[in-house]
């Protein structure tokens, strides 16, 4: 069993940066690709970036490519959304989640609560 909490969501400029974090408990997380998913008003959940257990792989949405870089800590349990040049499209409810079959296909078996990201233009 794995319980993931983030943190770090808030209103900011267009332009700026925000880091959000995901702490998991439980000793399986180094076995987990771990990933960030958002979810905008009135629109479906979309994938954002993932990184595998190792984090030598990782993978991202196409318009966040260059802006976002997913990271992981797996001696403090914990991953990270480094994200840049926010835009008001960006502006969503910000999701962690944890996949035991890996980054392949990645599924996620858990989910954080989410976080809130506001982007004012």
């Known amino acids: 069993q794995v319980q993931l909490v983030e943190s770090g969501g808030g209103l900011v400029q267009a332009g700026g940066s925000l880091r959000l974090s995901c702490a998991a408990s439980g000793r399986a997380f180094r076995n987990y690709a771990m990933g960030w998913f958002r979810q905008a008003p009135g629109k479906e959940r979309e994938f954002v970036a993932a990184?595998?257990?190792?984090?030598?792989?990782?993978y991202y949405l196409d318009s966040v490519k260059g802006r976002f870089t997913i990271s992981r800590d797996n001696a403090k349990n914990t991953v990270f959304l480094q994200m840049n040049s926010l835009k008001p499209e960006d502006t969503a409810v910000y999701y962690c989640?944890?996949?035991?079959?890996?980054?392949?296909?990645?599924?996620?078996?858990?989910w954080g609560q989410g976080t809130q990201v506001t982007v004012s233009s």
């Open positions: 990184i595998s257990w190792s984090g030598v792989k990782t």
């Open positions: 989640a944890g996949a035991s079959a890996g980054i392949s296909s990645f599924s996620p078996d858990y």
